[in-house]
């Protein structure tokens, strides 16, 4: 045998495999039914954990976890099916696979990474559907989590799509961790010479009286000395909202029952000029 000459037992006899070079009309016509029933079968499973979510409130984490794997395990199988359908022999489906897998890898690096991404997410599970996370500069509740990114709508309404190979570099702040309720803090600013303690009283007493919180877990309120363009005293007010969907509403609701009070009793009347981040309180 030449020097040359490829061993037996690595020659590669590309005349005996049966590469999918018989499409015919009949295949094709079988993956788009294929296609079109997964995406089917995929929007009839999401409107049905939206459903159980909704009827059932204590599994409506548990329907958003289940949606994006279903959703992905699907296409994982129309996918397989579909190699099956135009390569039924296995000499023939192994080599569509290396086929594809050679052509992926070339043109579409970066959305295997953002893949991989997305299933490193969700074997990881840093946060998941209804959480209410910060992400780099976005901050909202996430809605979505697919292979390639995942999104989530901030409180003022806007959505933002992060791709998920960023979010393996980015530090991810999970505020509720998969349960309804999560902390809402409230920062307010009053003149430098405001008593501590009757600051600590309003702020401890307005959280308390909000309809929104969760009066199981305790309240907290702690006053800081602070100096931006002129000496204030910050009051934080740390509370439960026992559903994250209404932080907006409740850290708005504190704000205005505390504002109110230091209104009604003369607190702010000591500043010289505009309060730090120019509102009153």
């Known amino acids: ?102 052509a992926i890898g070339l043109g579409a690096q970066d959305l295997i990474k953002n893949v991989i991404g997305g299933l490193v997410v969700l074997v990881d599970r840093p946060y998941q559907l209804g959480d209410r996370v910060r992400i780099g500069d976005a901050y909202g509740e996430i809605d979505h989590v697919g292979l390639r990114s995942t999104k989530l709508t901030t409180p003022d309404d806007t959505r933002v799509t992060i791709p998920n190979l960023d979010i393996l570099t980015q530090q991810v702040h999970n505020a509720n961790s998969g349960v309804p309720d999560c902390q809402v803090v409230t920062d307010l600013y009053l003149p430098p010479g405001t008593d501590p303690e009757t600051a600590i009283g ?43 969907r209404y932080e907006p509403r409740m850290m708005s609701d504190v704000t205005s029952r505390a504002t109110s009070e230091f209104l009604r009793l003369g607190l702010l009347e000591g500043w010289k000029s505009r309060p730090p981040g120019g509102s009153r309180a």
């Not at 009827?55 to 548990?62: A, D, E, Q, Y």
């Open 202 to 244: 309003i702020g401890y007493e307005a959280a308390a009286c909000s309809p929104y919180l969760l009066a199981e877990k305790p309240i907290v309120a702690l006053v800081s000395q602070g100096f931006d363009q002129q000496a204030y005293l910050r009051l934080r007010v740390k509370a439960y909202v026992y559903d994250h």
């Open 1 to 102: 045998m030449p020097a040359f000459a490829h061993p037996p037992f690595v020659a590669i006899e590309l005349d005996r495999i049966s590469l999918p070079g018989e499409v015919t009309p009949g295949k094709i016509l079988e993956i788009i039914v294929l296609v079109v029933a997964a995406w089917a079968v995929i929007r009839w499973l999401s409107k049905l954990f939206q459903l159980l979510g909704g009827k059932i409130p204590r599994s409506r984490f548990l329907m958003k976890l289940l949606e994006p794997a279903a959703r992905i395990g699907i296409w994982f199988a129309a996918i397989f099916i579909s190699i099956r359908i135009l390569a039924p022999s296995h000499e023939a489906f192994l080599a569509s696979l290396a086929s594809m897998g050679l």
